[in-house]
């Protein structure tokens, strides 16, 4: 497999990190060995908090960033590589007049990550848009994935998925995303720093202990939204993990709640 060199203090949204070298999927075989030697495929990396000495990296080419038709069973779907972006899969619904990924503009990300996270915002998911997934070179009808909450339980390297063709983009929906968006801090993030848990939010539990603001070095929970991780300017990742930790604790000992990462934490 070909290498490259990724400096993740400018490739993460989260801007921590350090030049780390990535392994490049670009063929089936590729994959394959990527998924059998367990390497980590970062895709844009923007739900990933990146140890400087991380190891066994790898991610898709631009050979899987491409979208077209395709039909299975006589039924009209839309094939999406892994490597390509939410803004473009967005884009490509709107032009088409195409419902269900109206909540993508608002969620950075690659094919890939958004499904194997099932992202979303609110009630609407990936999972809902999906008919099936290429996981290693097979097709998986999306009935036999889990695709839980902020969790697809996939286990191995996503190449593509199909989408229902369905007519209608909303116009209304797209307005709700974007209002939400504008209430997300500005500076480098890894989005939502801990899942949800059930019926309560991470970012009041972090709010109720004090969290709301507080940083250890540079890294910070946002005074915007509390549960949004941030880089104030020069966070390493000794400063997110200490941070990370701190929350924990604070929130078992205030409620006996674990919060559990929505951040993918890469050692």
Not at 5 to 17: D, E, H, P, R, V
Not at 22 to 30: K, N
Not at 143 to 155: A, C, K, L, Q, V
């Amino acid at each position: 497999m070909q290498t490259r060199l990724i400096n993740f203090a400018t490739y993460s949204s989260l801007k921590i990190g350090s030049t780390l070298e990535v392994s490049l999927i670009q063929t089936l075989q590729d994959a394959t060995f990527a998924h059998l030697q367990n390497l980590t495929i970062i895709g844009q990396a923007n739900n990933l908090l990146i140890s400087p000495t991380a190891q066994h990296l790898a991610m898709l080419d631009k050979n899987f960033a491409y979208i077209k038709d395709c039909y299975e069973d006589s039924q009209h779907l839309i094939e999406i590589g892994g490597a390509y972006s939410s803004g473009r899969i967005f884009h490509y619904f709107k032009a088409h007049n195409l419902s269900g990924a109206e909540f993508l503009q608002a969620l950075p990300g690659s094919l890939g990550g958004l499904v194997k996270m099932n992202a979303g915002m609110k009630r609407y998911e990936i999972k809902q848009l999906i008919h099936s997934v290429n996981i290693n070179g097979e097709w998986h009808n999306i009935e036999s994935i889990p695709m839980n909450y902020r969790d697809s339980g996939i286990n191995g390297v996503i190449l593509a998925a199909r989408f229902y063709k369905n007519i209608g983009f909303n116009d209304e929906l797209q307005k709700m995303f974007n209002v939400l968006r504008k209430a997300h801090p500005k500076e480098p993030s890894c989005g939502s720093c801990f899942k949800n848990p059930k019926g309560d939010f991470a970012g009041r539990l972090l709010e109720s202990v004090g969290l709301k603001g507080y940083s250890i070095g540079d890294a910070a929970f946002s005074q915007k939204h509390a549960n949004f991780l941030i880089n104030k300017g020069n966070a390493t990742f000794a400063d997110a993990i200490s941070l990370i930790e701190l929350a924990k604790k604070r929130v078992f000992e205030a409620s006996g709640i674990t919060l559990a990462c929505e951040v993918c934490i890469v050692q």
